[in-house]
């Protein structure tokens, strides 16, 4: 594995989840792989569970690591080509990446979609600047458009939880009072088409992915009747694709509580975090035995170990 952007660069899933599986097991059987190897965290946006986990992971397998908030403490960078940059930013993606290149034998970076202008977000345009500057294997910490991490840890998180071997997993919108990424759905969706799974897809009109991302996944507009037979529901909000970046409604039906719980298969309930308690999410569900939210956050360890262990082992 040279990087982690998508689930493009995995080859195998199974195997993936296999190993990471592995590592939750004996943490520390790889302490020396990563000796002498510094990864870089670069966030453009704020984070809890990728930074630490993130950490956690490189810790294990001995690296060294080094977190830069850009955001906070860098300079601001511009990314077009041939300005005049007279105005406020300072310093151009072209050097700013390959400065940290040197410093660093892998560099993991988050940054969020700006949600003005789509062709500029979903061409990842950033993202794949710094990775030609950079010229070191990345790993996405969340992109414009994806969250691979994420999405391997959920799969992880399923694997060791399923009772049946194909399970039906509903990926549901939810309501948030802020205009959210499609990263954390768009990415889910893409594991989950590529994994197998019975996957279904609800959320009000106007709310459709991708279709890159969305693939042939069953999309049903009515939750109740998505929500019948589910053995996972996986709770998200993201703003429109269509109508991009916008928040088309916040109507409190979405949101999953016990009521919606009992239409299901007494489904697990998944969430990436943060979660906004009482309008994403009902209280009852979060503090109820249902909820896999802290499950599916200790994972992001095993998710990230697995990952830099791919990429010291093929890289270094
Ligand atoms: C971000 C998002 O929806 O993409 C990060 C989730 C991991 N969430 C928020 O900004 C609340
Ligand atoms: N789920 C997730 O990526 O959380 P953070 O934004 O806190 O890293």
Redesign the pocket.
Known sequence: MRNFISVHDVTDINELVRLALELKKNPYQHKDLGRNKTLGLIFL?????????TQKAALNLGMNVMVMNMDKEGWALETEDGVVMNHTTVEHIREAAAVMGQYCDIIGI?AFPKLVDRDEDYDEDFFYKFMKHAGVPIIS??SATL?P??SL?DVITIEETKTRARPKVVLTWAPHIKALPQA?ANSFAEWMNRWDVEFVITHPEGYELAPQFRGNAKIEYDQDIALKGADYIYVKNWSSYEDYGRVLTMDSYWMIDNEKLALTNNAKVMH???VRRGIELADEILDGPNSLVIQE?AN?VWSAQAVLKKILETNF
């Open positions: 946006n704020p984070s809890l569970r990728t930074r630490l986990s988050r910490l969340e969250h991490l994420q840890a954390v990436c975090l943060p956050a992001r």
